[in-house]
C-alpha cells in the first residue's frame, strides 16, 4: 500500500504511523480494503478497535456490492 507514491504522501502529510487494513468482503469475495491510520500507536486500542472496524467494513461491503449490482441494472 504504501508502494504508492499518493498514498505515501498522504501518510506522511498526515503524519500517520501505524494503520489497520480490513478486508471489505461480501458473498465470499472482497470487493475492496478500509484502511484507518493512526497518528501513534497509542490512539491504537487494538482489541477494540477491530470489531467495530470489521462490522463497520462489512456494512461498507453490502453498500459497495449493492452499488455495484445497481449500476449493471441501469
Not at 500500500?1 to 472482497?30: D, F, K, M, N, Y
Not at 493512526?38 to 467495530?52: E, G, R, Y
Amino acid at each position: 500500500l504504501l508502494s504508492r507514491p499518493a498514498v505515501a504522501t498522504i501518510t506522511q502529510e498526515l503524519q500517520i504511523t501505524t494503520a489497520i487494513v480490513v478486508p471489505l468482503a461480501v458473498h465470499g469475495r472482497v470487493v475492496g480494503t478500509l484502511a484507518v491510520g493512526f497518528k501513534s500507536v497509542q490512539h491504537l486500542k487494538l482489541l477494540d478497535d477491530i470489531p467495530v472496524l470489521e462490522d463497520l467494513a462489512a456494512r461498507v461491503a453490502i453498500a459497495v456490492d449493492n452499488s455495484m449490482l445497481y449500476s449493471t441494472m441501469e
